[in-house]
Every structure is written in C-alpha cells, then in structure tokens.
T-cell receptor
Framework: GQNIDQPTEMTATEGAIVQINCTYQTSGFNGLFWYQQHAGEAPTFLSYNVLDGLEEKGRFSSFLSRSKGYSYLLLKELQMKDSASYLCAVRDSNYQLIWGAGTKLIIKP | IAGITQAPTSQILAAGRRMTLRCTQDMRHNAMYWYRQDLGLGLRLIHYSNTAGTTGKGEVPDGYSVSRANTDDFPLTLASAVPSQTSVYFC?????????????FGPGTRLTVL
C-alpha cells in the first residue's frame, strides 16, 4: 500500500528553527509537495521537490532524498503566524497526490 | 479575483437526502479534484477530472458522483447522504500542463450528515 508518515504534532519557540519530517512509500514518484493549512482554512502551496537536494524559498526550505523516501520542511525565524498544519504529499505513478495526515505545528512565545 | 469558489460554506443534512456541492474556478485550469478531509487522516481523493467532459474515480468514490460539463464547474453530488460522509470537502484545480502542476484549493464545504 501507499503510505506517507509525518509527526502528528510539534512545538517550537518563536524565532527558532523547526524541521518537519516526512517519509513515504508510494507506487512511483513524480514529485513531493508541502502545503500549509491554517485551522479552518484551505491548504496553500509551499514547495515542490522532484530532484534530490534542498530548495530554499525565503524562511522555508524543503529537502528531498528519493533513495531514502524522505523529505523535510525547514522553517526558520519562526513567527506566531506559522502556527498551522503542514501537509506532505507525493505524486504517484498515476499522477495522483497521496497525502500525509499533516503535522500540527504549535509556536510558543 | 481569480481562484476557486465553493458553495455552500457549510451544511447540515438529514441522512438519505440528496446534496450537491458546487465548485467553480476561473483560472481556466484543465484539471479539477474533489477531496475529503477527516480528522487524523490525510486528504483523500474522491473524484477527479483531467479535462472537461472526462472524470475519474479516486481513492474513496463510493456514494459520490461528479460531472464536468465545462472547464469552470465541477459539482459533487451525494445521491443519498449517510453519516459517514460527514467531513470537510475541498475542491482543487491545476493547470494540468505544467511540470509542477500545483493544485490550488477552494475554501471548503463543511458537511454534517445526521
């Protein structure tokens, strides 16, 4: 079966750095996405990785290792507004997105 | 303002009733999707459409039907609602042509079936 694993919840301090991990086992791989979802709102796109390595976009970076079936999202200089759920999704061989359950990130002052 | 709209925002429905959730996008995207989101679970694909006139089944299609008569609209119908269909429903769209093919989401419909 297909599986995406992420921690259920993480807590971090304002101004700090946090790394959210995602491991996957899917039938085929055609890219990995990270989305942010604030409570009661729609998911919004953060990043996309299809090749191994690090993609940096402002305070957010995303890393991919296809051989390990592993990705992480790195958030720097955390702000209170970063409190949200972070969703990892992999596009499989059918070009459909398989979603993890999401990681709820709590930022404390 | 470009984007995706969904209606209604929320709905309470008696079991056995028929319900259509509406989704409209104005980005001229080829592909559209319906997901449900339940606590503790990832988004699950119900149905999708790669282009107007075509539809396909996702991971959890039973009890749901869709149509894609034109590019902009992709309604989701529950023929006879059951309590297990209580969920938050998100519609999404993507260009269907780019390598990234990022999916963009509507605001969601919160549906309660009693």
């Amino acid at each position: 079966g297909q599986n995406i694993d992420q921690p259920t919840e993480m807590t971090a301090t304002e101004g700090a750095i946090v790394q959210i991990n995602c491991t996957y086992q899917t039938s085929g791989f055609n890219g990995l996405f990270w989305y942010q979802q604030h409570a009661g709102e729609a998911p919004t796109f953060l990043s996309y990785n299809v090749l191994d390595g690090l993609e940096e976009k402002g305070r957010f970076s995303s890393f991919l290792s296809r051989s390990k079936g592993y990705s992480y999202l790195l958030l720097k200089e955390l702000q209170m507004k970063d409190s949200a759920s972070y969703l990892c999704a992999v596009r499989d061989s059918n070009y459909q997105l398989i979603w993890g359950a999401g990681t709820k990130l709590i930022i404390k002052p | 303002i470009a984007g995706i709209t969904q209606a209604p925002t929320s709905q309470i429905l008696a079991a056995g009733r028929r319900m259509t959730l509406r989704c409209t996008q104005d980005m001229r995207h080829n592909a559209m999707y319906w997901y449900r989101q339940d606590l503790g679970l990832g988004l699950r694909l119900i149905h999708y459409s790669n282009t107007a006139g075509t539809t396909g089944k996702g991971e959890v299609p039973d009890g749901y039907s869709v149509s894609r008569a034109n590019t902009d609209d992709f309604p989701l119908t529950l023929a006879s609602a059951v309590p297990s269909q209580t969920s938050v429903y998100f519609c999404a769209s993507s260009s269907g042509t780019s390598e990234t093919d990022t999916q963009y989401f509507g605001p969601g419909t919160r549906l309660t079936v009693l």
